[in-house]
């Protein structure tokens, strides 16, 4: 039973004890009772009787109390976490984006502008200074930053020395270049630390919203705003750009990219490598992550993150997921015939979930493959950002539970409302994200969040996967923390599958 409502039963519980004993007590001869068995037993003593009768409710109510406060406590901690940079307390990227998704949901939506600006040279003066110094020198610049706003404008840090501006207002991008201009000035003033000046400059790209950019989504804007940062870093630094683009164009290079990616699914191009995944405690393998590769014939061996963007909310992404669901089964159906017992994962994005006829499609795929374990069959969700909705996805989510298919919520922690996801789907494995393993031994609010996340798992009754782990030592920590499973480049990468075969033939 999840923690909080677990709390909640034995708080009930406790306080009816209490109204139980004192109405024993009082109204039912309680007192004789409590005597008469002093008596019969020389070494209880009718006071002490007394007392731990009228105590005991009021020592559970206290311990069922402490357990509901760490409950509400891990899950503000979370919260706060996931959503704020530990060194400034601005919102971090995550927040940001919701806050955009926001600015863009509102009436007036149309006038907004995003900027993202970088600080110059700024890994130079964190290897000369130290980071120490790195540190003071950014909270110097948020600041700094801060005086700059209006109340209309929100400011957030992306990590290192990267910050993010929405500007809204009527006349948005002839006010963003404005606000540019001071930040620009604000940063060339110089800063002293600890008896050191330094003299720092920053790059600026802006992209505004506009209805002949069929009024950009926030994930587009910030690509738009980074692209144009880019361009004025190449610029010569110490300056901002504006991002301009023809429409027509991008879209077109999209096609392309889509048809040749059809090209590559027809042509067998695609290929699923094997990444085992570990129970944490006994090292043993329990199962593996299915990982998408393009062998493309000029190109080489092609990654997931260079190719997938074009698939994004597309047709395409579903005849993709299909595929991959369908080569899942059949590598499930090779290991069942070769005596193997694992689990395999394979990932779909939200577009393909959220299909109206997903659940019909999956029974007829697994009615074409009756022999195939599908009870081993998981299905990462991922970017679960982009799951519009919610109700519709849990729904099909607990049909596909009833063929035997389990689920799983990928990169958790990195969507802006990952709690709610935990709540409302029924999922059985949460992962946590790699950005969160990789710096758990020297980043203490990773660990924080890391432990904040376990803890909500099994709240939740879910089991626990950490992804990324690189180290021995990130392993035993994340074991010590009661994280049951994990994955990463300790254990293996992602090899093609007979590798994978003859890699697991390795383990003991
Ligand atoms: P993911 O599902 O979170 O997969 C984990 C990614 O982290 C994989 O990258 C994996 O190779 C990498 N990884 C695993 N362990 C380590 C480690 O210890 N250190 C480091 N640095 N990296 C590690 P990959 O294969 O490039 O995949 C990237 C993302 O692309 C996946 O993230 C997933 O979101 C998406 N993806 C992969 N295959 C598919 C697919 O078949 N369909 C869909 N829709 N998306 C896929
Ligand atoms: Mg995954
Ligand atoms: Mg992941």
Not at 419 to 442: G, W
Request: with cysteine.
């Amino acid at each position: 039973m999840p923690l909080q409502r677990q709390a909640k039963w034995d708080l009930g519980i406790a306080l009816l004890g209490l109204l139980a004993s004192s109405v024993l007590l009082q109204q039912l001869d309680g007192f004789e009772w409590l005597y008469q068995l002093s008596r019969q037993h020389e070494a209880w003593q009718l006071d002490e009787l007394l007392l731990s009768m009228m105590l005991m409710p009021l020592v559970l109510s206290w311990f069922s109390y402490r357990r509901w406060q760490e409950a509400q406590q891990a899950s503000a901690e979370l919260q706060h976490q996931a959503l704020f940079d530990p060194l400034t307390q601005l919102p971090n990227r995550t927040h940001f984006t919701q806050l955009l998704q926001d600015a863009c949901n509102q009436d007036d939506g149309g006038n907004i502008s995003v900027m993202l600006l970088d600080l110059d040279n700024f890994q130079a003066l964190n290897r000369r200074y130290g980071a120490a110094f790195g540190d003071q020198l950014l909270l110097v610049i948020s600041q700094r930053l801060w005086g700059c706003l209006d109340l209309c404008d929100q400011l957030a840090r992306f990590g290192s020395d990267e910050f993010a501006l929405i500007s809204g207002h009527c006349d948005s991008q002839q006010r963003a270049i404005n606000m540019a201009e001071r930040i620009l000035l604000m940063c060339r003033t110089p800063v002293h630390i600890d008896g050191v000046e330094v003299r720092l400059s920053a790059s600026i790209g802006i992209s505004s919203r506009s209805a002949e950019l069929g009024q950009q989504q926030p994930e587009h804007l910030l690509r738009q705003a980074n692209n144009a940062m880019h361009d004025a870093k190449l610029n010569g630094k110490d300056g901002y750009v504006c991002f301009n683009v023809d429409d027509s164009q991008c879209k077109q290079v999209q096609q392309q990219q889509r048809q040749r990616f059809k090209r590559a699914l027809q042509h067998n191009e695609l290929q699923l490598y094997l990444q085992p995944q570990v129970a944490l405690g006994s090292g043993k393998v329990i199962g593996a992550e299915a990982l998408l590769r393009w062998h493309h014939p000029q190109q080489g061996l092609r990654f997931p993150d260079s190719f997938l963007t074009a698939t994004e909310q597309h047709p395409l992404a579903v005849e993709l997921g299909e595929w991959v669901l369908e080569q899942g089964l059949q590598q499930l159906l090779r290991w069942q015939q070769q005596g193997i017992q694992l689990k395999l994962s394979v990932n779909i994005t939200p577009y393909h979930l959220l299909q109206p006829d997903f659940l019909s499609r999956l029974q007829l795929l697994i009615a074409r493959y009756p022999d195939a374990p599908r009870h081993r069959l998981q299905i990462e969700v991922v970017e679960t950002n982009n799951l519009t909705d919610l109700r519709h996805a849990a729904d099909t989510m607990r049909q596909c539970g009833l063929l035997g298919v389990k689920f799983a919520l990928d990169d958790f922690g990195s969507g802006h409302s990952s709690l709610t996801y935990l709540r409302e789907l029924p999922a059985q494995v949460l992962k946590i994200d790699r950005s969160f393993t990789r710096d758990i031994m020297e980043d203490y609010n990773d660990l924080v969040v890391v432990k904040a996340m376990i803890r909500l798992g099994y709240t939740y009754g879910l089991e626990v996967l950490a992804e990324g782990i690189e180290t021995e030592a990130q392993q035993q920590k994340l074991h010590s923390l009661g994280c049951g499973y994990g994955q990463g480049y300790l254990y293996a990468k992602a090899l093609p599958p007979q590798e994978f075969d003859a890699w697991l033939q390795t383990q003991p």
